[in-house]
């Protein structure tokens, strides 16, 4: 279970953000969604497992190129 309270609020700089963040799956579908311009708690089940298979079958992660920023 991944669970985060998402605030819609402003930083100690003063940028303001609006909430409404996803939780997405190694497929690219939305499981979760929190509301815009509000605090809001997202709780979404994520697998292990079905991450790890997918991984296997789309290994595009290792074909990453190694990158530093000077």
Known sequence: ???DAIA???D???CHY???SRV???QGEIIATADAHQATRI???L???ALREYREK???WQDADEFRLR
Request: overall charge negative.
């Open 43 to 45: 709780d979404a089940e």
């Open 8 to 10: 819609s609020a402003a």
């Open 24 to 26: 997405i799956n190694p």
């Open 1 to 3: 279970m991944w669970r």
């Open 58 to 60: 789309f290994p595009a």
């Open 47 to 49: 697998s292990m497992m």
């Open 12 to 14: 100690g700089n003063g």
């Open 18 to 20: 609006r909430g409404d």
